[in-house]
C-alpha cells in the first residue's frame, strides 16, 4: 500500500483528462518558465525603444523652446529662468524686487544681517510711502524689523503713558 502512495505522489492531473509523471510536469513548467522568461525580454526591449523615441521626440522639442517662448538664444531662455528661481529664492515676486538687490539669500529662520546700504533704502521706500509690510515683503526681511529702522531712524515716536490715578 505504501507503494501505491508513492506512485500516486508524482503522477499529476493532465488539463486534457489525462495524467503525467514528475519528469514531464517540470519539463513543462520549464518550457513555461522560458516562454514567460522570452516574453519578458521582448517587453524590456521594447521599453527600452520607447525609451530612445521618446527621448528623441523630447530633445526636438527642446532644440526650438527658446524661439517659441521669444528668445534668441537657449542661454537667453537659461538667464531668464535662473533669475525666476533666484527670485524666488530670496522670498519676493520679480516685480517686487526688480529694483532692489539688497534681500540676501539666506536660510528660513536664520537671521537677517542688513547693510547700512539696506537700512537706507527701507527708509527711502517707507518716505515713498510704501506700508510696512509691503517694504518687509519687498526686502525679505521681517514687519518688526523694519519697525525697528523706523524707530532708530525717529520715524516713529513712543505711546504716552497715562498716569496712574
Known amino acids: 500500500m505504501l507503494a501505491i502512495g508513492t506512485a500516486i505522489a508524482y503522477v499529476y492531473a493532465r488539463p486534457a ?6 519528469k ?8 513555461t518558465l522560458g516562454s514567460t522568461l522570452t516574453a519578458l ?55 517686487a524686487s526688480a529694483g532692489s538687490t539688497a534681500a540676501a539669500v539666506r536660510a528660513k529662520g536664520s537671521r537677517a544681517r542688513l547693510t547700512p546700504e539696506t537700512k537706507a533704502e527701507v527708509l527711502a521706500a517707507l518716505e515713498n510711502g510704501e506700508s510696512g509690510v509691503a517694504v518687509a515683503e519687498r526686502f525679505a526681511i521681517s514687519v518688526q524689523t523694519v519697525q525697528n529702522i523706523k524707530k532708530a531712524a525717529g520715524l516713529v515716536h513712543a505711546r504716552k503713558r497715562r498716569k496712574k490715578k
Open 17 to 22: 483528462g489525462g495524467l503525467f509523471t514528475r
Open 41 to 95: 525580454q521582448k517587453a524590456e526591449a521594447q521599453v527600452e525603444q520607447l525609451r530612445k523615441k521618446a527621448a528623441s521626440e523630447r530633445g526636438k522639442q527642446l532644440e526650438g523652446l527658446h524661439l517659441s517662448f521669444g528668445f534668441a538664444s537657449r542661454r537667453d531662455l537659461i538667464d531668464a529662468l535662473e533669475s525666476l528661481d533666484a527670485t524666488r529664492r530670496r522670498g519676493g515676486s520679480a516685480a
Open 24 to 31: 514531464e510536469e517540470m519539463a513543462r513548467k520549464k518550457s
